[in-house]
């Protein structure tokens, strides 16, 4: 009887440990500067704005390496995903429209997969998917890490021509509100 309450009491300790974890984790995301900046409907331009190194360079499945710098003038979408990420798969389309349609005029979409398994998952995924925006690969977490962290998946940045982050999205991004985020900076 003793050892069934001692593996109860680690059972519960346990869970307080995991729910403690979880606190402090979105304490963290609140406190942070980006948290000002999270999609907001009614406020298409971010009253914050900040910068990070853009200079940082990812691999795309075909070994290429990009940096998200080297898009400068341009008004970039910065997608951070995963293949086993349903609300992920859900945005793609609307990001592939979002990139035919805007391309031209100044918008570069640019998903970072965050697949541990790196090219050999991402690939076939990106060509299952029909995906012809930049794909790039972070399996080492780096590019989420310049980005002040990501919490959750799927977090897309919009950054303005001169590099400024102007708002973080946590959560799926539909192509309403891409437009309302990116428009009004191609305006600029």
């Known amino acids: 009887m003793e050892t069934k309450s001692r593996v109860s009491i680690i059972y519960v300790l346990a869970a307080l440990l995991i729910v403690a974890g979880l606190i402090s984790a979105i304490v963290a995301e609140m406190r942070s500067p980006e948290v000002a900046v999270i999609y907001d409907a009614n406020d298409p331009m971010s009253a914050n704005p900040y910068s990070i190194d853009l200079g940082f360079a990812l691999m795309d499945a075909d070994e290429n390496e990009f940096t998200i710098a080297q898009f400068e003038g341009q008004v970039r979408v910065v997608n951070f995903w995963a293949t086993w990420c349903p609300p992920c798969r859900d945005e793609i389309p609307d990001f592939q429209a979002f990139h035919e349609k805007y391309e031209a005029q100044g918008v570069k979409i640019i998903g970072i997969a965050l697949d541990e398994q790196g090219a050999e998952i ?32 799927p977090t897309t940045f919009i950054i303005d021509r ?7 999205h946590v959560g799926y991004m539909s192509y309403e509100n891409l437009e309302s985020a990116v428009l009004p900076l191609l305006a600029n």
């Open 122 to 153: 991402v690939q076939p995924f990106v060509e299952e998917m029909n995906m012809t925006y930049l794909s790039l690969i972070d399996t080492s977490q780096m590019a989420a890490a310049k980005f002040g962290g990501i919490y959750g998946i």
């Open 162 to 168: 001169e590099g400024m982050v102007r708002k973080k």
